[in-house]
Every structure is written in C-alpha cells, then in structure tokens.
C-alpha cells in the first residue's frame, strides 16, 4: 500500500492532468502495481452466471404467481429472466407462450404475436399447441380489426403491418388462412431483423433537423453551437463559455454519446443495445444477462462490444454482490465499456498507444485531445480520452478506489476474454513487463473512470 500511495502522490505532485495527457506512466505503473498484487494473492473463485434449468423455471413459476394476481408487468420481466436462464429449447418455448398470455391480456398484440409464433417453432408441446395457436389468431384478429379501424376510420396514428395479407405472411405457423410463402422464415427475423446493419438512433437523434444550435456548428468542435467557445485556466480547466447571446430554452450542443451502458435494473426490461423498453426481449445465447429487442440489435450488440463482454459480465455478477456493490459493478462495466470501444475489441492497441503519443506532446491543455485537422471530435478515441480533467485535485483515496476497480477489470479481461490475444491465467499476471497491452488498458480505464465521474449520465425517458 505504501508504494500505491507513493505513486498516487506522485500523479498529483506531476500536476499535469488537466484535460487527462501526461500522466500515462503514473497510471500505468499504479494499476500495474496493484494487478500485480492481485494476481499474488488469493482470490476467490470466478464463477460464470449460466443459463440453467432451475432458475429459468423458478422465474417461469413466479412470472405464474404474478399473473393470476393480475400484475402483467411484473409477469412479463419474470417470464423474460426465464427465456434468459432457459438451457433448453423446450423451456424456452414454454417462457415464450407464457409471456404471450401476459402481453395479449395487456393488448400488446404484435409482440404476442412473436412469443406465440417463437414458441411453436421452438417445439411448444402437442398438447399445449392448440390453445397457444387459438391465442395467436385472436391477436392476429385483434391487429387486423386496428389495421381495418386505420384504413377505414383513420382512428389509429400507428399501423403494427402494412396490410392483413402481409400480416399473415408473417405467421406462418398460425395463420388461419393459407397463403403461398416463397420462404418460410421464422417470426423474428421476419419482422424485426433486417439487413440493415446501420446502428439505431436514439429517440432524441431521430428527427436532428428539428434540433439544431443557433449559430450553427462550431469550427472547433462540431457538436457545439458557434456561439461557444473553449477555453482553458487552470482554476476550472478546459471548459465552455457563451460568447454570443443565447435565448432561454435554446439548445447549445448536441453530441453522440461515445459509449453507453445499460444499467443493471434495466437489464430485462431494456435492450441492451439500443436502450428501447421492449416486453418482447430476446436473450444473448450465451449469457443469462444481456437482452435485446431484435436480433438486429442482437448482432450489432455483439460486434460493438458484447463478443468481449459476455464471459466479463457474466462472471462479474456473482463476483460482485449486485445489490450490495451496485456502484463498483456499473462502475467496471463503464470502464470495461469504454476501453472496448477505444480500442475495437482489442484490434486497435497499437493505433490508439499512438494516438494518444501525438495527444501527450502537445504542450497546449486547451487543444490536447484535438484530432489533426484541429477539432474535438466527439467520435474520436483521442478527444473522448482528453476530458480525464483534474485528477490531481482528486481525493487520495479516490484515485485509490478507481485504480482498484481498473485492475478488478484488467484482470477480468486478460483472465476470461481475448482481447489480449489469449486468455492468461492469473498467476501470469505477477510481471506485466511482458505484457504492454493489459498495462496499457489497466491505465486507459483508470482515466476512464475519471471520465466516466464526471461525464457520464444517466437518461431515463418518461413512462418508461
């Protein structure tokens, strides 16, 4: 602990941290310093969360219990934990049809229509396949009717299909009529999976011309009206000031989240991709945890981030009390998030320790983080690594806990991932000398978690 806290000191007598450059060593050396330790020491042992038989039909039984007390909601996030923990087709075909009850009795009729039609293709039982179908046709009679009411009444703002012919097509397994199907695909790829692999954009980036900054865009940094400016002291560090008028409600920047993170209360209401409420959820087939609203989002989730994630997180909720250690567990997903992101699932070390090379030599703090056409880019790894603003102002013990949690994470990537390359053991840990790149991230994410303090937030949309 002494040569932590010695090295803790020596990042704040450096006093060179104001926009997060010049300290890469310091930070490096103290997350090493502590990994080091860690792997020196006894642990306890890193058990994955897995999909189970038991879990998923307790939480199938407890969906049950909910739904006879008429509490849909609470049964519907039941039932989906369930379809999450299922190891088997059978018991995921059986959380499928039970949530189909639940949303059809809340009138969600499309997203009935997807558990009914999910269930029988994953081999619901005989005996049960008859009612499951008679549920499935009442829903698909119950959208016809609201797509009849728009065409006719212009009653409904929303049509869940373009016309009853096409909404048959997409049931094959329960339509009552007989149409002619060139290919038969199932229900969820049919209607929420696609080939267009462009990301989904938030709700409040979906219509971007009817927000936008007076003055237009700012020459030094997009996101941000020309009406403000960046500056630089050493009181307050790089920061925004007004230098034209602004009229009250006006909006002053826009700006793309670089990375995001679901939160854990969120994980089976939420996908965890595009962050829609969805009461259709579908799981990551690997993992309990992660949970999307399309197989869309599902394939974009895993190629951003989740094909690294997935054996982290799934290890990290039994290593970590998720009722008791809620702020370091979102706290390492943050970190864990961000230096996935920065460096492409690991396919971008060299180019990033680079990058951030140009970043550190530059002697101005107001322009270090700028790209070399001389703006801060949102998109950009070097200027989303620049806002680790006045870490040496930061309490010792403060630093400490980032520092800790940052070799908690390094540990877990190089342990149970291959983003390094291959998975180590622990005991190969003891020397980081011989392995730059685990070094590399453990100081990445402890400025990640400065960043994450203070620049990160949480969006939470009304009725939701």
């Known amino acids: 602990m002494d040569i932590a806290k010695e090295l803790i000191l020596q990042m704040k007598r450096k006093n060179k941290s104001h926009v997060g450059y010049g300290l890469h060593g310091e930070c490096a050396a103290l997350v090493g310093h502590i990994l080091q330790n860690m792997a020196k020491s006894p642990m306890p042992p890193l058990k994955a969360e897995q999909k189970n038989e038991d879990d998923s039909i307790n939480y199938r039984e407890e969906g049950n219990q909910l739904f006879v007390a008429g509490e849909d909601i609470e049964a519907i996030e039941n039932y989906t934990r369930s379809l999450a923990y299922a190891n088997s087709n059978e018991l995921m075909a059986y959380a499928h049809a039970n949530r189909s009850a639940a949303l059809y009795r809340k009138q969600m009729y499309k997203e009935c229509l997807l558990d009914v039609e999910a269930a029988l293709e994953l081999d619901y039982p005989l005996d ?3 009612k499951l179908k008679e549920r ?9 009717e609201s797509m009849n009411i728009k065409s006719n009444e212009q009653k409904l703002d929303t049509c869940p299909f373009d016309d009853v012919e096409s909404t048959l097509k997409k049931f094959p397994l329960i339509s009552p009529i007989e149409t002619e199907i060139t290919e038969k695909k199932s229900v969820i790829k049919n209607i929420i999976n696609d080939d267009n692999d462009e990301p989904i954009k938030p709700r409040y980036l979906q219509n971007p011309e009817t927000m936008s900054p007076p003055y237009g865009p700012s020459d030094e940094s997009p996101a941000h009206s020309k009406g403000i400016d960046i500056i630089f002291s050493k009181e307050y560090g790089r920061h925004l000031v007004a230098s034209k008028e602004f009229k009250p409600g006006e909006i002053l920047t826009i700006e793309k989240p670089y990375f995001w993170v679901l939160y854990r209360d969120k994980f089976y209401t939420h996908c965890h991709y595009c962050l829609e409420r969805s009461y259709c959820l579908i799981p990551c087939p690997d993992c309990p945890i992660v949970q999307y609203c399309s197989d869309k989002c599902r394939k974009l989730g895993w190629n951003m981030f989740h094909r690294t994630e997935c054996p982290v997180i799934s290890v990290l909720v039994n290593l970590l009390n998720i009722t008791d250690d809620k702020v370091k567990m979102d706290m390492v997903m943050k970190i864990i998030r961000l230096l996935v992101i920065v460096t492409s699932n690991g396919k971008k070390f060299d180019e990033l320790r680079k990058d951030l090379e140009i970043a550190e030599t530059n002697p101005d703090e107001r322009t270090a983080g700028f790209t070399d056409s001389g703006i801060l880019d949102s998109s950009s790894a070097r200027s989303a690594m620049s806002l680790a603003t006045n870490m040496m102002t930061r309490p010792l013990i403060g630093i400490s806990a980032f520092a800790c949690v940052s070799a908690l994470a390094a540990m ?10 291959q998975k180590y053991q622990l005991s190969e840990l003891q020397n980081l000398d011989s392995h730059p790149n685990i070094k590399f991230s453990g100081s990445l ?4 978690g400065v960043i994450t303090a203070s620049n990160c937030f949480s969006v939470n949309y009304l009725q939701q």
Do not use: D, P, W, Y
Not at 136 to 144: F, N, P, Q, T, V
Not at 445 to 448: H, I, N, Q, S
């Open 128 to 130: 049960k396949r008859q």
């Open 136 to 144: 499935g046709i009442k829903a698909m009679e119950k959208l016809c």
């Open 412 to 421: 877990l990537l190089a342990t149970q991932t291959k983003l390094f390359g």
């Open 445 to 448: 994410m402890l400025r990640a």
